[in-house]
Each structure stands twice: as C-alpha cells, then as structure tokens.
C-alpha cells in the first residue's frame, strides 16, 4: 500500500516568491494534516481537513499562507510570498477516520529554503 | 510552560543497554499519547501508542504512562545501533477535535 506522497521533497526560492506544496494521501483516509517542522522542532499544525473541509486552520498564517483540498483527496499548501522564517520542513499527514487522530502517518517532508 | 515537554538530549546509551526516554505534559485533560520516532532527514514515524495507565509493551519497546503525575516515558530494551534518532512524544486531548501537541523530542544514540 503506497503511503502519503508529497511533492517536491526540495525547494529553494528567493524571498517574495510564491512556492506550492503536494500532497496525495494513504487510500481511503479522510483526515489531511500540514505541519511545519523546524529544525530541533517538533510538527507544528498548520491546518487540519476532514474530506473537503478545513475543521481546524486556526495556526495558518492567513495572510500568506493557503490551502485547499478539492474532491477531498489531493491537497495543496501556498505560501506568497514566501518571507525567510518560512524556511522549514512542510510534512503532510493523514488518519483514517474522522476527527484529529494521535495515529498520524506522514509523508517524506517537502523541505524549504528560502534564501 | 510548553504543553509537552522533552529533554532535547543527546541521550547516548551503550549498546544492547536499556534506553529511557521521558516526557511530561501540562494539559491533565489529555487522554491519548503516542511516540514517534523520526531518522535523520525522515519524517516521524509511528511506534507506540497508550490510552490507560500502565505499561504497553510491544516488542523490545514499553511505554508507560502515569495521569496522575502527567508524566510518559518509553522503554527501549537492548538497545540498537539502528534505534539512534529523535524519538517525539505527542499528546492529545479528549475530543476529536482536539490538537496532537508535539514535544521537540530527544535525540538518542546508540554506541557500539
């Protein structure tokens, strides 16, 4: 069974530019997690979907960061523009089931830079 | 006061010795722990969850976990190269929609 795929796994832009991130989760899970890890950090919750809907983005920077989960599958995370204390792993999770679950399986990570 | 908390380590254990890893939590409220265990340029992965007071054991790994004085920690039995990594505790309340708070872990390792 293939696990939660993000893409990139690298990315390096200057500030001011914009950056997306990808995010297929495990088959069959309706929850989606993005977090932000930063170095000697553990995962921060940026935002929790449950199928299409957003239950929980009260830590997304809303004025730069975005995100959407079309058909409740896929998801996406933008950043425009990118400041340089975004410099950080983003990992994307899923959980089966409804409501936030500790039984989280994550994805490689997509690590930025922002220079 | 962080909500989880854990000594960062390093935490340098002899090998085939008995790792202990140890995190304390603010919210008394909360019911679920988990720990996971993150390699170098990995992401984390899941090892052990425990809902009640006690011990869990699973494998060479036991955790333990004490509400009372908000307190859990993870046992690793003979101790392998192979367990050195950052090993996270994270916490979670009653309801569903309470967030998993994650402490900053403690970086283990193991020496041959």
């Known amino acids: 069974e293939a696990g939660v795929v993000q893409s990139p796994r690298y990315k390096i832009i200057e500030k001011k530019q914009p950056v997306a991130f990808w995010c297929n989760p495990i088959?069959?899970?309706?929850?989606l997690y993005w977090y932000r890890q930063n170095l000697g950090q553990g995962p921060e919750l940026l935002i929790r979907y449950e199928n299409e809907e957003a239950v929980d983005d009260s830590q997304l920077p809303k004025d730069r960061f975005s995100a959407e989960r079309l058909k409740g599958v896929d998801s996406t995370l933008k950043i425009q523009p990118a400041e340089l204390g975004d410099s950080a792993v983003y990992l994307c999770a899923s959980s089966f089931g409804q409501g936030a679950s500790g039984e989280l399986f994550f994805g490689e990570g997509s690590r930025l830079t922002v220079l | 006061q962080k909500e989880v908390e854990q000594n960062s380590g390093p935490l340098s254990v002899p090998e085939g010795a008995i790792a202990s890893l140890n995190c304390t939590y603010s919210d008394r409220g909360s019911q679920s722990f988990f720990w996971y265990r993150q390699y170098s340029g990995k992401s984390p992965e899941l090892i052990m969850s425990i809902y009640s007071n006690g011990d869990k054991e699973d494998g060479r790994f036991t955790a333990q976990l004490n509400k009372a004085s908000q307190y859990v920690s993870l046992l690793i039995r003979d101790s392998q190269p192979s367990d050195s990594a950052t090993y996270i505790c994270?916490?979670?309340?009653?309801?569903?929609?309470?967030?998993?708070?994650f402490g900053s872990g403690t970086r283990l390792s193991i020496r041959p």
């Open positions: 994270a916490v979670k309340g009653y309801s569903s929609a309470s967030k998993i708070i």
């Open positions: 088959s069959g899970h309706n929850t």
